[in-house]
């Protein structure tokens, strides 16, 4: 074992420009960070730069730096799809072949009329729709019926929204477990189901942290379940949990805001632990990505930044500190859906040698899952080809 503990932090929907498919998604010229660079040339990252997130591809505000602090390179994604369980997925090992089933023009009637019956008030909505346009068009109409809002959009999803204050939130958790239960196996296969509690006035709608997730289960192992088969730690920040159904998780926190996500992570990294700490930072994804606002989405990448030298502060010389994405969302595209783009990545520990150490293009984010499961010698993943021995020390 080289590293005793590997903090993987995935910064949600944080792409680095189109794979070399996009055009099967829709997404040629799709570019997360390079087109929020080009529409906030304000945007300042001193600290994702000095690792060398400019090194990775050209971004007008972020420098490439001639002595990067860490490995970098972006990975490729093999699975098919750009959501968020395919991502995380294929980035612990899995390879996703079968597109999970989407409803563009909404869910079945039979699907939502067996829902009805089973939570006893009736469906408002029932189409593909962005998460604030959705309680614009229906949130009054909730107020005054206690219906629920039910949802989609791109991705494999059942969304269902309700206002806090008309129907209470263990009501709300519990139609999701029901609509999860109408949705494991065919003919309406859908990924995840999202609670979407949300309080307010016409006009003034503002959804609260107590989002939850229903995910399918995971169809294989992932290097989760081996690292916890042999006997470490798995520690899971944000929605992580939710995402792998807790399978191969020893520990959860979930969190309510990326700032929430880092703090928990700091304190976590101030335990000692051996094993792998696993974070996920949804906020650029679900608060800036859909809504299309990059000017957001910067802020968000500033405040990120702005934590990163006290998450590499507690980065010990055995550890090692892994910065990537799940998929990309680039704020600035048509629509709402998330974009099929390279993710970046990151690789610091405070003893990897001090010049330019690309870990190149990556064929599949399980490239990641190959090297935690060749550090940590457990079982390695289907697909995948470790990189650790490119990561030279002193």
């Not at 067996?114 to 008030?121: L, P, S, V, Y």
């Not at 129907?167 to 296969?189: G, K, S």
């Not at 979407?196 to 609260?208: F, H, I, L, M, S």
Request: a negative charge; charged letters at 25%.
């Amino acid at each position: 074992m080289k590293y005793d503990r590997i903090s993987v932090i995935v910064l949600d929907s944080v792409g680095i420009g189109a794979l070399p498919d996009a055009h099967v998604y829709g997404d040629v010229g799709s570019h997360t960070l390079g087109h929020i660079c080009e529409q906030v040339p304000t945007m300042k990252l001193p600290h994702l730069a000095a690792l060398g997130l400019g090194c990775i591809a050209p971004l007008e505000t972020i420098p490439a730096v001639d002595k990067p602090l860490a490995c970098y390179g972006k990975m490729g994604e093999v699975s098919v799809g750009k959501d968020t369980m395919t991502g995380h997925w294929e980035l612990m090992g899995l390879k996703v072949e079968v597109p999970f089933q989407v409803y563009p023009g909404g869910f079945p009637a039979e699907l939502i009329e067996r829902f009805e019956e089973m939570t006893g008030r009736k469906v408002i909505g029932n189409k593909a729709s962005s998460g604030t346009d959705i309680l614009e068009q229906y949130g009054e109409e909730q107020l005054r019926t206690g219906a629920w809002i039910v949802y989609t959009s791109a991705d494999s999803v059942f969304q269902i929204a309700a206002h806090e204050a008309v129907i209470p939130l263990e009501e709300l958790y519990r139609a999701c477990e029901i609509a999860r239960e109408l949705t494991l196996n065919d003919p309406y296969v859908v990924g995840r189901i999202i609670a979407r509690p949300y309080v307010g006035e016409p006009g003034n709608y503002k959804r609260t942290p107590n989002r939850h997730d229903y995910a399918l289960e995971p169809f294989g192992e992932t290097v989760l379940d081996h690292l916890k088969h042999d006997g470490y730690a798995v520690i899971s920040v944000g929605k992580i949990n939710d995402i792998f159904t807790g399978h191969g998780i020893n520990e959860s926190y979930p969190t309510k805001s990326n700032l929430d996500g880092i703090e928990t992570t700091l304190k976590l990294l101030k335990r000692s632990f051996k094993g792998m700490l696993f974070t996920n930072l949804v906020d650029f994804d679900s608060l800036y990505g859909h809504r299309r606002d990059p000017e957001g989405y910067a802020a968000c990448l500033e405040e990120f930044d702005h934590y990163l030298p006290e998450l590499m502060k507690h980065t010990g010389e055995r550890d090692l500190l892994i910065i990537t994405a799940d998929h990309g969302n680039d704020p600035t595209w048509p629509g709402t859906d998330h974009t099929r783009e390279y993710v970046p990545i990151l690789i610091y520990n405070p003893l990897l040698a001090k010049e330019t150490v690309s870990i190149g293009t990556r064929n599949t984010f399980a490239d990641l899952a190959a090297t935690i499961a060749d550090n940590f010698q457990v079982t390695e993943p289907h697909i995948g080809t470790s990189f650790l021995a490119l990561l030279e020390r002193k």
